[in-house]
């Protein structure tokens, strides 16, 4: 597999290596009543500095390109997309010395597997797998809120990973019988 760094384009980043949890990613979902939409936390290793360093320059973009919406300079109270998961998840060990986002998108994301094929089983996609994704960073005003939020690109499957939130995979779930045409009533 080629190496998988995270590269920007303006405020589209392709993420490395990284984890997904609470995965929308083939039907849309409304969170508290909300318009539904496709969705992803991304949990992103303290140790990918290139993926994070490209997240920051887009989101430092995004704030540029938001100052025509928030009266020609940059909000000191800006919500960000980026948080750190040993702060506001202490007690979740999936998030232990990363950082996490949350993105989303009305349109449906494309989603591939490593080898670029299409992948239609959406069982396939799980949180706690992992992936990369394309992401584009926005500035936003609406509700009295200012900030800069991560919209949802493509997702690219690379690896299983230990399924998160209890799910369990019908493969790890059981072994295979010889035969499972033995007669049980009689």
């Known amino acids: ?6 590269k920007r384009t303006g405020t589209k980043v392709t993420t490395g290596k990284v984890r997904l949890s609470y995965a929308h990613l083939f039907e849309p979902h409304a969170i508290e009543g909300n318009e539904p ?38 909000p000191p109270t800006l919500k960000t997309p980026l948080r750190d998961g040993d702060a506001e998840r202490p007690d979740d060990e999936a998030y232990a010395n990363c950082y996490f986002l949350n993105a989303s998108s009305k349109n449906k994301p494309g989603v591939v597997d490593a080898s670029v094929q299409p992948i239609l089983d ?30 949802l690109g493509n997702v690219q499957k690379l690896a299983d990973g230990e399924p998160l939130g209890g799910f369990t995979r019908a493969e790890n779930d059981f072994d295979a019988v010889e035969s499972a045409e033995d007669d049980f009533l009689g």
């Open 1 to 6: 597999m080629a190496n998988i760094i995270a």
């Open 37 to 74: 939409k496709y969705s992803v936390s991304v949990i992103i290793p303290k140790t990918d500095t290139e993926t994070l360093k490209a997240i920051k320059a887009a989101v430092d973009e995004a704030k540029e390109q938001g100052k025509s919406k928030w009266g020609g300079k940059v």
């Open 122 to 151: 959406a069982t396939e996609v799980y949180s706690g797998c992992y992936g990369r994704l394309t992401l584009n960073f926005y500035p936003f005003s609406a509700s009295g809120n200012k900030g800069i939020a991560a919209g």
